[in-house]
């Protein structure tokens, strides 16, 4: 089945700073790919995907693009803000399976 | 309402006690999941319900876990003789049936379980 490794956290960065967290996955075929977000006290809502390869998914400054070569989906954005404090999975999806596998998580938080 | 409802959102029982969670999708979802958030775990998946297939109970971690879902929409999920290292946020979510691999899932705000 599908699996997911994601960079641990936490993440401390200063506003404006550059982040990257880093995904690779494991799937039998090809696998849909998305980045969720929960924001503090909400609940998990979509930040971006990609469907095939070489797509690139972006939403909010941030983007990730799909790498079926590395098997690997990392999140970048170029200047963080306070506001992206929150805590970021990565998904894959699909292939033999139609559920979704989440990553454990990376809690980011932006200081001022 | 327009998305996914869950209920209750604060559940506190006793260690034996059996507790049932609800979900309720948004309208013309046919495919439901639940998950479980626990602390510093991550989202574990449970089970996933597709239209009139039978369900994907792989995730399921005990028997003492079952979920059904009547109708085609809202969805119970049962733990029996709870234990206290059940105690977690348990979350529902739902997407549409014809975007099985690509497609969003829209989750509710979670049903959070303490297991005295």
């Known amino acids: 089945g599908n699996s997911v490794t994601q960079m641990e956290g936490p993440v401390t960065l200063s506003e404006e700073a550059f982040l990257t967290i880093n995904c690779t996955y494991t799937?039998?075929?090809?696998?849909?790919l998305f980045w969720y977000v929960q924001y503090p006290g909400e609940g998990l809502q979509l930040l971006l995907k990609?469907?095939?390869?070489?797509d690139k998914g972006s939403n909010k400054g941030f983007e990730a693009t799909y790498r079926k070569e590395t098997t690997s989906f990392h999140l970048e954005k170029g200047s963080v803000q306070v506001s992206d404090s929150a805590v970021y999975f990565c998904?894959?999806?699909?292939?033999?399976?139609?559920?979704?596998?989440f990553g454990k998580g990376t809690k980011l938080s932006v200081k001022p | 309402g327009a998305g996914v409802s869950q209920s209750p959102s604060n559940k506190v029982t006793e260690k034996g006690k059996d507790v049932e969670l609800r979900c309720d999708p948004i309208?013309?979802?046919?495919?439901l999941y639940w998950y479980r958030q626990s602390l510093g775990q991550g989202l574990e998946f449970l089970i996933y319900f597709q239209g009139n297939s039978a369900p994907d109970k792989s995730g399921l971690p005990s028997d003492r876990f079952s979920a059904e879902r009547t109708g085609g929409s809202v969805s119970t999920l049962t733990i029996q003789r709870t234990q206290q290292e059940d105690s977690a946020v348990y979350l529902c979510?739902?997407?549409?049936?014809?975007?099985?691999?690509?497609?969003?899932?829209?989750f509710g705000e979670g049903s959070r379980l303490t297991v005295l």
């Open positions: 990609a469907t095939k390869a070489d």
């Open positions: 309208s013309g979802h046919t495919a």
């Open positions: 998904a894959p999806r699909g292939g033999s399976q139609g559920n979704l596998i």
């Open positions: 799937a039998t075929g090809y696998p849909s």
């Open positions: 979510a739902s997407s549409l049936a014809t975007s099985r691999d690509t497609g969003e899932l829209f």
